[in-house]
Nanobody, 122 residues
Framework: QVNLAESGGGVVRAGGSLRLSCAVS????????MGWFRQTPGQERELVAA????????RYSDAAKGRFIVSRDNGKNMLFLQLVDLKPEDTGTYFC???????????????YGKGTLVTVSS
């Protein structure tokens, strides 16, 4: 059974930085695309960033481009999201996600973690 466990959320002032981590159990990590979604109350979960199986290809939301960086360590089954220059509108629960295949363009998300809350104060 695969388990995704996020950490690293917290309260930060606008302009600050955070690094989110996602520890993934199971043997499928290195053969699956991974990424991060964000959700706020009453809103749909939206993609923030995704990386293909080896991190060579990435995709970002328009809001994340230039400020967030997604990376992965396949040797440690870890996914990361570096967030810099945070803004109040970045506030939300960030979910680690695993796709069902190597390329996030070729299939859908198989599973999510339970999320980690990021709060950016103005």
């Amino acid at each position: 059974q695969v388990n995704l466990a996020e950490s690293g959320g917290g309260v930060v002032r606008a302009g600050g930085s955070l690094r989110l981590s996602c520890a993934v159990s199971g043997r499928s990590f290195s053969s699956r695309a991974m990424g991060w979604f964000r959700q706020t109350p009453g809103q749909e979960r939206e993609l923030v960033a995704a990386a293909n199986w080896n991190g060579a290809y990435t995709r970002y939301s328009d809001a994340a481009k230039g400020r967030f960086i997604v990376s992965r360590d396949n040797g440690k089954n870890m996914l990361f999201l570096q967030l810099v220059d945070l803004k109040p509108e970045d506030t939300g629960t960030y979910f680690c996600a695993q796709w069902g295949c190597t390329d996030y363009n070729a299939c859908g998300v198989d599973r999510y973690g339970k999320g980690t809350l990021v709060t950016v104060s103005s």
